[in-house]
């Protein structure tokens, strides 16, 4: 990967970006609706669905990222045997959390287990310390357990914020029910709070949460109507959640046309952009959205849309995949077909 950039290219290099893959040689296999978060530099991926037939797993695994790992093979330290997630666990949302920014609260999911009939507790934490996994007592109105909720972490009141998803019967729920509501968990305190207003985003799935200083910006998913219909959000239609006030605010972005999309991932880069990634649409025969790689300018009033120009050494496209932020790398991880990790370079 090349990252210096001569000086003389000027304002068009601010807009360009670098993208590079470095292969995955050993294990872990591949997989998707696996989650991921970054404990110091070490960034753990938890679980996800193998493609290998395998199903839901229970694999917990590491990557130092403070070693260069973008022309070799990535040195995984796998916890999976050692300390293997309690459940076999996908389409759940993880966040850091605790007083000492070295827990991971691994939330929701597929908690319903066929084989053995039990559902699995809504929240389980791993010790990044002792490598042992627990599942907490929470107090407060606990809420439903669901699947394909978001979460962001504010290590300043050491909440996590959750958005959306939906119960059926692989969370153990009878019928089907889609969420809005706003749940807070104090990690700290270990304590639920729910959260009701008068304006709010409607019943979501597949969406996005980033955290930009004290807002949580909602991007993308598909939305469920009161009489149950559903549409993919238009990406242009942005709800942001100030964690200060409490309240939602519907905001419109403007300028480059972004296709609307589902599982795609959004991390928020150090110039204070958030860059979404991949995603797809709804038409299971041709689910390609455009662009894969789009940044969102928040700071300008109203939104603005970016579509940067990227190299021909692009990542591929992704769906139901991670990413985070580290130095100026978006890190994405774990395709359908390929092992891999794309770093993608943020100039
Ligand atoms: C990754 O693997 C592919 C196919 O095996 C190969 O063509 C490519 O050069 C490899 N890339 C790197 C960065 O090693
Ligand atoms: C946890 O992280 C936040 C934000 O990076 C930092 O302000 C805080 O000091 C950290 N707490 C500890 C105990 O390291």
Redesign the pocket.
């Known amino acids: 990967m090349s990252i210096m950039v001569p000086m003389y290219i000027g304002f068009l290099i601010l807009l360009t970006l670098r993208l590079s893959i470095a292969n995955v040689t050993s294990t872990p296999l591949a997989r998707f609706a696996h989650t991921s978060v970054l404990v110091n530099s070490n960034l753990y991926f938890i679980g996800g669905e193998l493609l290998n037939g395998a199903g839901a797993s229970k694999d917990l695994f590491y990557l130092d990222l403070s070693v260069p790992f973008d022309t070799s093979s990535p040195q995984w330290t796998d916890l999976s045997t050692t300390s293997p997630v309690p459940f076999g666990s996908s389409w759940c949302t993880a966040s850091l959390g605790g007083?000492?920014?070295?827990t991971i609260f691994l939330i929701g999911g597929l908690t319903f287990d066929q084989n053995n009939k039990i559902n699995n507790p809504l929240v389980y934490t791993f010790n990044t310390v002792d490598k042992t996994w627990s599942s907490p007592k929470i107090s407060g109105n606990s809420p439903q357990i669901r699947k394909g909720i978001t979460s962001v972490f504010n290590?300043?009141d050491e909440k996590i914020y959750l958005f959306g998803g939906l119960s059926d019967e692989t969370t153990s729920s009878s019928g089907s029910v889609d969420f809005n509501d706003f749940i807070i968990l104090d990690t700290n305190l270990l304590t639920w709070t729910m959260n009701s207003f008068s304006s709010t985003p409607l019943k979501r799935t597949g969406h996005t949460l980033t955290k930009w200083n004290e807002i949580v910006v909602l991007i993308g998913g598909k939305e469920i109507y009161t009489d149950g219909t559903t549409k993919l959000v238009d990406m242009n239609k942005i709800w942001t959640y100030d964690m200060n006030s409490g309240r939602w605010s519907f905001n419109i972005a403007i300028d480059d046309n972004i296709d609307s999309r589902i599982f795609h991932t959004a991390v928020l880069d150090h110039r204070e952009r958030i860059i979404i990634y991949g995603g797809m649409n709804d038409n299971p025969s041709d689910p390609r959205v455009s662009p894969d790689l789009a940044i969102l300018d928040v700071k300008t009033k109203p939104f603005k849309w970016i579509i940067p120009i990227s190299s021909n050494n692009a990542a591929p496209p992704l769906t139901a995949h991670t990413a985070i932020m580290m130095n100026h790398y978006m890190i994405v991880s774990f395709v359908y077909k390929n092992i891999k990790l794309a770093k993608v370079l943020l100039l």
């Not at 007083?99 to 070295?102: A, E, F, K, L, R």
């Open positions: 007083s000492y920014n070295d290590p300043d």
